[in-house]
């Protein structure tokens, strides 16, 4: 998502987004050299790309060849609870982790790689470490709402504005199954709440307006024809 302010901004109280409750991945993604970090959910590619280093952009474009775009029947399932906490669930945080990263992405749910595991991982800040969540919902959310323009790795050329609340309560588990509660603001509520729709089968077309959802999908479907 490429975070652009809204006509009236509302002052946003700060909270504290790298709360200790919330453990990283055991192996830190950190960023290489020529790599670009940009504000996107998931991450879209945008006119700044040519400016990417060759290996950024060849491992930009492998690791985005995993991603299901619109039309797979995966982004429209919902997730399935994950009930096994073993080395199997790390090595799928850690390969979404770095798919994550490799796609220049600041959110990945698994059901974008076609997994039905409750899962999603995200990293707001650049160069800060990766964070896991399992089984994660929206315990609580505020009545303050931002509109903020999204876009979505499994939605390509596709940026829509998006309605939604400021503050957020997230629960979780983390991938060793110790149980999270995540108070987020800002920019890390939004990425939370846009993966957390990936893993009940909502993607930001069910949450923009009707003309921008049809523009939206005339944009696919000419990508598509290509």
Same mark, same amino acid.
């Given at each position: ?73 995966? &982004?429209?399932? *919902?997730? #399935?609870?994950? @009930? ?9 945080? %850690?390969?979404?982790? $770095? ?87 800002? &920019?890390?509520? *939004?990425? #939370?709440?846009? @993966? ?9 077309? %069910?949450?923009?307006? $009707? ?16």
């Amino acid at each position: 998502m490429r975070a652009v302010a809204p006509p009236k901004r509302c002052p946003v109280q700060p909270l504290d987004c790298a709360s200790p409750m919330v453990p990283a991945l055991t192996q830190e993604l950190d960023e290489e050299p020529g790599e670009e970090h940009e504000d996107e959910l998931d991450s879209e590619e945008s006119d700044a790309s040519p400016t990417l280093a060759p290996e950024v952009r060849a491992r930009r474009e492998a690791a985005l060849r995993h991603v299901r775009s619109f039309g797979d029947p995966a &982004l429209r399932s *919902r997730a #399935l609870a994950v @009930e096994r906490f073993d080395v199997r669930l790390h090595d799928e945080v %850690d390969h979404m982790g $770095r798919l994550m990263r490799d796609c220049l992405g600041i959110g990945l749910a698994a059901t974008q790689l076609g997994v039905l595991h409750r899962v999603l991982v995200y990293r707001v800040e650049s160069g800060s470490p990766v964070i896991g969540l399992v089984n994660p919902s929206v315990l609580w959310s505020g009545r303050e709402k931002e509109i903020m323009e999204e876009g979505c790795l499994s939605l390509p050329g596709v940026h829509v504005d998006v309605d939604r609340p400021v503050y957020v309560r997230v629960g979780a588990l983390s991938p060793d199954g110790d149980e999270l509660t995540i108070e987020a603001s800002g &920019l890390e509520a *939004r990425v #939370l709440q846009h @993966e957390i729709d990936h893993l009940d089968g909502v993607l930001i077309l %069910d949450r923009t307006t $009707r003309e921008q959802r049809k523009e939206a999908i005339r944009t696919l479907r000419e990508a598509t024809a290509d």
